[in-house]
């Protein structure tokens, strides 16, 4: 197995007791003890999005991606209009979700490495009947971090029937994120990255609104994604008792049980501030010790679990830093993707001290006199 550190932006290292969680011998899905274990993850992921009892969280055996079809599929119906704010790679995808299911898309569009002005969407709001808004929280190919709190804020004002749809893929567990104080409708993330789990599980939290337009649609366009289905499986496992549609991702679900009890363990402030701290200290030392440029527009649009950075050679910089044992991604952004690198500094490399992974990976960097 590689000893190399993982600092690329999802998956990323985990710890020792998810790793262990994952090796457990596999239980019946429909049997008391995985119930237990099923309602315990429900529940804490409720404390993670800082959702209310109103609120029905869903997680199913999938990536962050299947959280769009979630969506596209399930609050939209053929021909209703969705305006996405569009910050990079991810958020473009996202719109293309939407119109995959037959959605009419408007998107405005960032200038690259900024965020969309807010005076945009209120703009555009007032001129438009839109269904939905769907903003990325962080867009990993941008590292850029919208200000979702005053974008949700400008939607209740002027286009307070409009459903909000939040990616938070790459935000929840070390980004401040409030679920029922922002008013959000629909959030959706991956275990994969600050919530420090292993790939393979989409999760999701609604609105009772968003609930109710779920559930009161006629016309079903997904089966396995389809929330008619899900959500009784998920009130009935919450509740202690199981329940059968398809087969969860038993180990998977283990393992995230215990990963959202480590983010919570020292509060979830707590964990969100020491990601904001080791993101601003690394981004510092890398500006201003090394000279370079950020993807992200200055601090105050910049995402705290990655870092984007434009470098001469990034394939030469990439395969350095492999032979000094620290793993780190390539540019995936249409209009710039040969020319920068992307640092992940999330979870346990972040919050673990003992580790000190990101002051290795800032080390490595430095020793190639960029």
């Known amino acids: 197995m590689s000893s190399n550190i993982l600092l690329i932006p999802g998956p ?3 710890s020792e007791n998810v790793q262990a969680a994952l090796g457990t011998p596999s239980l019946s899905h ?3 003890e995985f119930a237990a274990i ?9 404390k993670l999005f800082k959702a209310g009892e109103t609120a029905q969280p ?13 969506a596209a599929s399930n609050l939209i119906i053929p021909g209703e209009r969705v305006l996405v704010l569009s910050t990079g790679y991810f958020s473009d995808s996202f719109a293309e979700c939407f119109q995959t299911y037959g959605a009419k898309v408007d998107k405005l569009t960032a200038p690259l490495g900024g965020q969309v002005p807010v005076s945009d969407v209120r703009e555009a709001l007032a001129n438009g009947h839109y269904k939905m808004i769907s903003i990325t929280h962080v867009d990993t190919s941008t590292a850029v971090l ?5 974008i949700c804020r400008v939607v209740k004002e002027v286009s307070p029937e409009t459903l909000i749809t939040v990616d938070c893929v790459c935000s929840v567990g070390c980004e401040k994120l409030e679920f029922d104080a922002w008013g959000i409708d629909y959030a959706l993330t991956a275990s994969q990255k600050a919530i420090g789990c292993a790939p393979g ?3 999701s939290m609604l609105s009772e609104r968003a609930v109710g337009v779920a559930l009161n649609r006629e016309a079903q366009s997904s089966f396995f994604a389809s929330l008619k289905r899900w959500i009784p499986i998920m009130q009935s496992y919450e509740k202690g008792s199981a329940a059968y549609f398809a087969t969860p991702a038993v180990q998977l679900i283990n393992a995230l049980d215990v990963a959202i009890g480590e983010v919570l363990k020292p509060g979830l402030d707590a964990r969100i501030a020491k990601h904001r701290d080791i993101s601003n200290w690394f981004k510092s030392k890398v500006t201003e010790e090394l000279g370079l440029k950020l993807v ?3 601090e105050r649009v910049s995402a705290h679990g990655l870092t984007a950075i434009y470098v001469k050679n990034p394939p030469e910089v990439i395969s350095a830093l492999k032979k000094s044992g620290i793993v780190i991604a390539g540019g995936i952004h249409k209009d710039i993707k040969g020319e920068y690198i ?5 979870g346990e490399s972040a919050c673990n001290d003992s580790l000190q992974h990101i002051q290795k990976c800032y080390d490595a960097l430095k020793s190639l006199n960029l």
């Open 12 to 14: 990323i290292v985990i």
């Open 30 to 32: 429909t049997g008391p």
């Open 38 to 46: 099923f309602c315990s993850t429900l529940q804490k992921t409720r």
């Open 58 to 70: 869903v997680l199913l055996a999938g990536s962050g991606t299947l959280g769009w079809d979630v």
């Open 146 to 150: 919208n200000d979702v709190r005053s």
């Open 201 to 203: 599980l989409s999760i």
């Open 296 to 298: 992200s527009a200055n």
């Open 342 to 346: 992307r640092v992940g500094h999330m």
